[in-house]
T-cell receptor, first 112, second 118 residues
Framework: KAGVTQTPRYLIKTRGQQVTLSCSPI?????VSWYQQTPGQGLQFLFE???????NKGNFPGRFSGRQFSNSRSEMNVSTLELGDSALYLC???????????FGQGTRLTVV | AQTVTQSQPEMSVQEAETVTLSCTYD???????LFWYKQPPSRQMILVIR??????QNATENRFSVNFQKAAKSFSLKISDSQLGDAAMYFC???????????????FGKGTKLSVKP
């Protein structure tokens, strides 16, 4: 059974650009959550999607957005990149009514 | 708002010995889940163990066990017979039971870096 797949694994972008990250959940998992991990702030919740609907959102500016497709794959987008957006972005998927989530290997975003 | 605190930024243990990582949390909810995740240098977060708050019995997974003290809001992780492969960052996390609401909103502590000495 394939795990949670995040692409790309590494990304370097210039300040002011935008970026799109992708997450394919485990087959059958309909809930996808995104987290940002930085040395200073630790792991912070970005948003959660279930059946193509955003179910919950963390405290991040509107430059951070996401969506989920009918096959449960999810994308997150960050517009007008800032240096502080450099982080490891982790995606996790959960079964419907599941308790534990399974994480992908993350996308390391560097903004220069 | 719920918070999770890990007071030990770094810990060290000798191979084959036992180590305990501490975690405290703050919540006004009565139903929730607690987790310990391991993040090795490969970066992937791996679930080590979970505890349902309504269960009084402490969870155990092979060499890993927890000491869940609901009244004290404490959730420590004990690793027995430590192995070199246990070296990693360990994160304590909290999630509301969320009936009808969010299921994926984990609140993490800052982490404890565990080193294992051969």
């Amino acid at each position: 059974k394939a795990g949670v797949t995040q692409t790309p694994r590494y990304l370097i972008k210039t300040r002011g650009q935008q970026v799109t990250l992708s997450c394919s959940p485990i087959s059958g998992h309909r809930s996808v959550s995104w987290y940002q991990q930085t040395p200073g702030q630790g792991l912070q919740f970005l948003f959660e999607y279930f059946s193509e609907t955003q179910r919950n959102k963390g405290n991040f500016p509107g430059r951070f957005s996401g969506r989920q497709f009918s096959n449960s794959r999810s994308e997150m987008n960050v517009s007008t990149l800032e240096l502080g957006d450099s982080a490891l972005y982790l995606c996790a998927s959960t079964q419907t009514e599941g308790i534990s989530c399974v994480f992908g290997q993350g996308t390391r975003l560097t903004v220069v | 708002a719920q918070t999770v605190t890990q007071s030990q930024p770094e810990m060290s243990v000798q191979e084959a010995e036992t180590v305990t990582l501490s975690c405290t949390y703050d919540t006004s909810e009565s139903d929730y889940y607690l987790f310990w995740y391991k993040q090795p240098p490969s970066r992937q977060m791996i679930l080590v163990i979970r505890q349902e708050a309504y269960k009084q019995q402490n969870a155990t997974e092979n060499r890993f066990s927890v000491n869940f003290q609901k009244a004290a809001k404490s959730f420590s992780l004990k690793i027995s017979d430590s192995q070199l492969g246990d070296a990693a960052m360990y994160f304590c996390a909290y999630r509301s039971a969320g009936y009808g609401g969010s299921q994926g909103n984990l609140i993490f502590g800052k982490g404890t870096k565990l080193s294992v000495k051969p």
